[in-house]
């Protein structure tokens, strides 16, 4: 009757979202995070630290209630999103970690640095826009769940 997630489907989930959260890795340092327009809002810390609250409360809900990202089972269009949601949610995560390790990984493979570091800016810029892969397959794997529900609701208000 349900799809259950999987435990590695949790794991990539809480990594995406606290790698949209947490500024952490080369992808969010300052040039790159400048770069990317991640800065200069009007009230520069209300939006930032009201989605880190959100993105946390979601991680300790999805860690403590073991039926958080269960679904009913879709067909068809929904099924598609589904899927590509689940494939965007896990490379997500691989960039996420990827973001974490980056900076000690690039000093290790690096032997030769250009004086002003444009390498680690290159990178850096990438992971970032990697990164919103992750984020675009949590929205979309949240939205076929919604769809999920929608259709399980209305199969049982018509029978």
């Known amino acids: 009757m349900y799809f259950t997630a999987s435990r590695s ?9 606290l790698a949209a959260v947490v500024p952490i890795g080369l992808a969010s340092s ?11 809002a009007a009230i ?4 930032p630290i009201l989605f880190f609250v959100l993105g ?7 860690y403590r209630n073991p039926q958080a990202l269960h679904s009913y089972p879709v067909k068809g269009f929904v099924n598609v999103l589904r899927k590509i949601g689940v ?11 990827l973001n974490l390790v980056s900076r000690p990984l690039m000093a290790a493979l ?9 390498e680690f800016f290159v990178v850096g810029m990438y ?6 892969i992750g984020f675009l397959g949590l929205i979309t794997f949240e939205l076929s769940r919604l769809l999920g529900f929608e259709e399980h609701s209305r199969a049982q208000t018509i029978s």
Do not use: C, D, Q
Not at 9 to 17: F, P, S
Not at 30 to 40: C, D, I, Y
């Open 56 to 62: 946390i409360y979601r991680v300790v809900t999805v």
């Open 87 to 97: 494939f965007a949610l896990y490379f997500g995560a691989l960039v996420g970690v």
């Open 44 to 47: 520069p810390y209300i939006g």
């Open 30 to 40: 300052g040039w790159v995070a400048l770069a990317a327009g991640r800065g200069g």
């Open 110 to 118: 690096i032997t030769h640095r250009s004086e002003n570091g444009i």
């Open 9 to 17: 489907l949790k794991i990539a989930y809480a990594i995406v979202i």
């Open 127 to 132: 992971l970032a826009m990697l990164g919103g």
